[in-house]
């Protein structure tokens, strides 16, 4: 009963405290804030630096000028005259380029001349930058580092701190924002636009049923809650359990790394890469793509566009690029000799 005393003593002196000429009432009226009364008082602000409740219109305008600000910075970033260009450099075997950001379009199947199968995944690389470099010494590493940033999203919901290195860089704000390690070969100038031509989602605590795929125990004859339940996860011998054990646990929601994926096509058009098999992540994921680092395939990766590619205005590229062992549905499917 005590407590219970205490308590209503404390309520009976925060609402002397909130009522009109209170000392609370006070504060409000001199800071101009809006305070929760409780035991622990806070301030109240917007999340945002603009005004949430802002007309349709208001809305348009100021995506419109953003839009404005972003491609004047940068063409003032790739002018010519402002900063010098960076050297370009030849391919070396040891070198390391930059990769780019891509999204996840989804899967399809394709074919080979000779008749088989099989499954591709589709990575656009859209809206994908170069925003810093970092040399050695300031990274603190043993190569440099580059910064890359794919797929442009609205500027305002985040703050001006967020918002200053994607200033400094001359482009417009990124989803996604990554580093590659890259030699200092292969560094880029930061505000220059990646091409295709370069070249999992949480699921939370899941059982062994879904998170290992395992059979689980009988739906009847004997059995009493214990129908997805993993069983015996040790011998009475060993009275102990093995690290690693498939236990059930938190699913998702870390990376994964997928090696050595052929690419059999490029669409220059809509920037689409065509990777072999399945890419982990589910669909409109932001992924990242570089080159494969495993000796099998070194062979296939020489002399590849260094240190990114770089498109000439006169140039005029094909729609699509094909591996020699892919089918095209532009061909004959049936030649007689």
């Known amino acids: ?3 219970w005393g205490l308590l209503a003593r404390l309520g009976a002196r925060l609402r002397a405290a909130a009522a009109p000429g209170g000392p609370l009432r006070a504060v409000t009226a001199v800071s101009g804030h809006s305070w ?12 945002t630096w603009w005004h949430e409740h802002l007309s349709e219109e208001n809305v348009q305008f100021l995506r419109k000028a953003a839009a404005e600000e972003y491609r004047a910075q940068t063409a003032s970033k790739l002018c010519p005259l402002k900063d010098e260009p960076w050297p370009l450099n030849e391919w070396k075997p040891d070198s390391v380029r930059v990769g780019v950001v891509a999204v996840k379009l989804g899967m399809m ?5 000779s008749g088989k199968k099989h499954a591709v995944t589709l990575l656009k690389v859209q809206d994908c930058h170069v925003l810093k470099y970092v040399s050695k010494e300031d990274s603190g590493g043993k190569t440099a580092k580059l910064l890359v940033g794919g797929k442009n999203v609205s500027p305002f919901s985040k703050s001006e701190a967020e918002m200053e290195i994607f200033r400094e860089a ?3 704000r990124k989803q996604k924002v990554t580093t590659f390690n890259v030699t200092d070969d292969a560094i880029i100038k930061p505000g220059l636009f990646l091409y295709c031509l370069h070249y999992r989602i949480g699921k939370g605590f899941q059982g062994v049923m879904k998170r290992w795929g395992f059979k689980g125990q009988p739906a009847s004859h004997g059995q009493t809650k214990t129908h997805r339940r993993p069983g015996a996860i040790s011998t009475n011998k060993v009275s102990r359990v093995f690290p690693g054990k498939k236990m059930p646990g938190k ?3 870390i990376y994964r790394t997928s090696f050595g994926l052929k690419v059999w096509r490029i669409n220059t058009k809509h920037d689409i890469i065509y990777v072999h098999g399945s890419v982990p992540g589910h669909t409109n994921c932001l992924v990242k793509v570089r080159d494969t680092k495993l000796r099998v395939y070194k062979d296939c990766n020489k002399n590849p566009p260094f240190p990114t590619f770089f498109a000439d205005g ?3 590229l094909p729609e699509d690029l094909y591996d020699q062992d892919m089918f095209q549905f532009t061909d004959p499917s049936v030649t007689y000799a």
């Open 170 to 172: 001359g482009v417009p």
């Open 36 to 47: 929760q009364l409780g035991f622990a008082a806070r301030p109240v602000h917007d999340a």
């Open 251 to 253: 699913m998702g929601n």
């Open 314 to 316: 006169d140039e005029k």
């Open 1 to 3: 009963m005590a407590g």
């Open 109 to 113: 199947p394709i074919w080979t001349k």
